[in-house]
């Protein structure tokens, strides 16, 4: 895999949450109690998520955010410098921590409640220190959609203008303000957001594609958009380039796409050119559906590099 110079840090503008989770055979219905089969708790949020993924796939991970000053800061700010996630971007408010319910059953699907709590506290100042110190430094600004909207299309804006690569996961999707796109050099919807922001049902690959140009007609650089098993498709306004999937035995796959978005950013900061970055991070994604909890699934670069040695010697 062909890399570039010159290298540099990933700013993770988003957010941090205690993730509650539920294992089952199945999902109950409305109204019904069903016995589960066991419980994590264990540092979460997509913005958090996605630092983690960039710091184990060996990139300086800076994170931008905001915690609580409740019983979960402690377990949030060490799943975070356990993975060696630089901190010192992050918050502590007064008030509880972000906190995710997720129920995850035997095909290893899953539903999300994420309730923003101290997320909801990021401020522009705070984005403006942080770009202050670090922007220099850094090459790639990820950022989601579970932070205020107003917050994170202010940091896109300052991703932009400092020149960094701006990779925007839209997810929870929202219809977002049109003159966005223009600024976001890579978005990351998979199936279901993509039909949530364009108005066109993703369900095979043509339709990806066209989903895919809405992006790039609205001035996005390259839209990625990922199909789980299928795959996933990069569009540009010249060109498309599918990526196939990796086989393997889903059991959660809550954290696949933070460990797509996380590889993804770091391979970019780390000089990879786009399509070398993103074979790595399909890599990731499939090993992190492989086991159960959201950032304790998130693969290290050695896993990743084994996976894609494998893959290649398969070829």
């Known amino acids: 895999m062909s890399q ?8 993770i503008v988003g957010s941090i949450t205690a993730d509650l989770t539920t294992f089952s055979q199945r999902l109950p219905a409305r109204g019904e109690t069903i016995l589960g089969d066991a419980f994590t708790l264990v540092l979460g949020g997509k913005g958090a998520n996605q630092a983690v993924a960039a710091g184990l796939a060996g990139a300086t991970a800076r994170m931008v955010g905001c915690i609580g000053n409740d ?15 630089n901190i ?4 502590t408010v007064e ?8 129920r995850v059953d035997a095909s290893g699907e899953n539903d999300i409640v994420m309730v923003p709590l101290a997320n909801s506290t990021l401020r522009e100042s705070q984005i403006d220190d942080a770009f202050s110190a670090i922007g220099a430094s850094s090459r790639v600004l990820l950022t989601q959609l579970e932070i205020p909207w107003a917050l ?29 796109w223009p600024l976001v050099d890579i978005v990351t919807p998979n199936e279901t957001e993509a039909k949530i922001l364009t108005g066109i049902p993703v369900v095979d690959r043509e339709s990806a594609i066209l989903a895919g140009r809405w992006f790039t ?12 098993a299928e795959g996933a498709i990069l569009v540009s306004a010249e060109d498309v380039v599918t990526f196939g999937s990796i086989p393997v ?6 954290a696949a796409g933070d460990a797509f978005t996380g590889y993804l950013g770091a391979g970019l900061a780390a000089g990879f050119d786009l399509h070398a970055a993103i074979e790595r991070a399909v890599a990731a994604g499939a090993l992190a559906v492989t086991k159960h909890g959201a950032s304790p699934s998130l693969p290290k670069r050695a896993d990743v590099d084994a996976l894609l040695s494998t893959k290649k010697g398969s070829n």
């Open 217 to 228: 007609d609205r001035g996005t650089r390259y839209a990625l958009i990922t199909m789980a």
């Open 4 to 11: 570039t110079s010159p290298t540099g840090d990933v700013i």
């Open 249 to 254: 035995t889903a059991v959660d796959t809550t």
């Open 95 to 102: 008030g509880p921590t972000g906190i995710a319910h997720i």
């Open 152 to 180: 994170t299309q202010y940091a896109i804006r300052k991703g932009h203008n400092a020149g960094l690569t701006v990779v925007l996961d839209p997810a929870p999707a929202a219809t977002l303000d049109e003159a966005i």
């Open 71 to 85: 019983i979960f800061s402690a377990l949030v700010t060490t799943g975070l410098q356990d993975a060696g996630v």
């Open 88 to 91: 010192d971007h992050v918050r």
